[in-house]
Antibody
Framework: EVQLVESGGGLVQPGGSLRLSCAGSGLSFRDHWMHWVRQAPGKGLVWVSYINSDGTTTRYADSVKGRFTVSIDNAKNTLYLQMNSLRAEDTAVYYC???????????WGQGTVVTVSS | DIVMTQSPDSLAVSLGERATINCKSSQSVLYSSNNKNYLAWYQQKPGQPPKLLIYWASTRESGVSDRLSGSGSGTDFTLTISSLQAEDVALYYCQQYYSTPRTFGQGTKVEIK
């Protein structure tokens, strides 16, 4: 079965850090772009970051630039999102998604919940 | 950034009737070199991740009902559900993948009248 499984979410205080993981099974990250998308409670979908399959190209939304870092381990078929200096407005469900090159987001994980609160 | 604007924000349609959702981009998402519109539609049900329905504006993803169809080009796009069924109740989002940042519309909630 093709699936992406996120983990690493939780409750963290403002200014804290979390590292999210996205493990792929039944699929490969090679020749695909991997994305992180978040959804605040009751709100819409917001793209956060992407990385290409060999990790040489990364992009970030302005709202997370300088605080979040995306990385990939193809040997482990795992995507990561290191989140530092977390703010209340980073509270959301974080989804990882796989896209064929620069294409649409065809495969999605179930999401992991990040709550930033004191 | 390309701004995606959907209309309406919500609509209620009787079972078996047609539902139409519009999506407008602030600039063209048609790539002239391959004549493809970099526009996708997703469906999201409560507590679930989004599901890809349509890409390249009009290509149906494998397994998606043929009651759903996408049309449009350039800056104006439409998702049509030809005969609404109970399982179509959901939020629908358009998205452009023409440029970074990838951007989504605000979503359209489809309900049964």
């Amino acid at each position: 079965e093709v699936q992406l499984v996120e983990s690493g979410g939780g409750l963290v205080q403002p200014g804290g850090s979390l590292r999210l993981s996205c493990a792929g099974s039944g699929l490969s990250f090679r020749d695909h772009w991997m994305h992180w998308v978040r959804q605040a409670p009751g709100k819409g979908l917001v793209w956060v970051s992407y990385i290409n399959s060999d990790g040489t190209t990364t992009r970030y939304a302005d709202s997370v630039k300088g605080r979040f870092t995306v990385s990939i381990d193809n040997a482990k078929n795992t995507l990561y999102l290191q989140m530092n200096s977390l703010r209340a407005e980073d509270t959301a469900v974080y989804y990882c998604s796989r896209a064929a090159d620069s294409g649409p987001f065809a495969v999605w994980g179930q999401g992991t919940v990040v709550t930033v609160s004191s | 950034d390309i701004v995606m604007t959907q209309s309406p924000d919500s609509l209620a349609v009787s079972l078996g009737e047609r539902a139409t959702i519009n999506c407008k981009s602030s600039q063209s998402v048609l790539y002239s070199s391959n004549n493809k519109n970099y526009l996708a539609w997703y469906q999201q049900k409560p507590g679930q991740p989004p599901k890809l329905l349509i890409y390249w504006a009009s290509t149906r993803e494998s397994g998606v009902s043929d009651r759903l169809s996408g049309s449009g080009s350039g800056t104006d796009f439409t998702l049509t559900i030809s005969s609404l069924q109970a399982e179509d109740v959901a939020l629908y989002y358009c998205q452009q993948y023409y440029s970074t940042p990838r951007t989504f519309g605000q979503g359209t909630k489809v309900e049964i009248k």
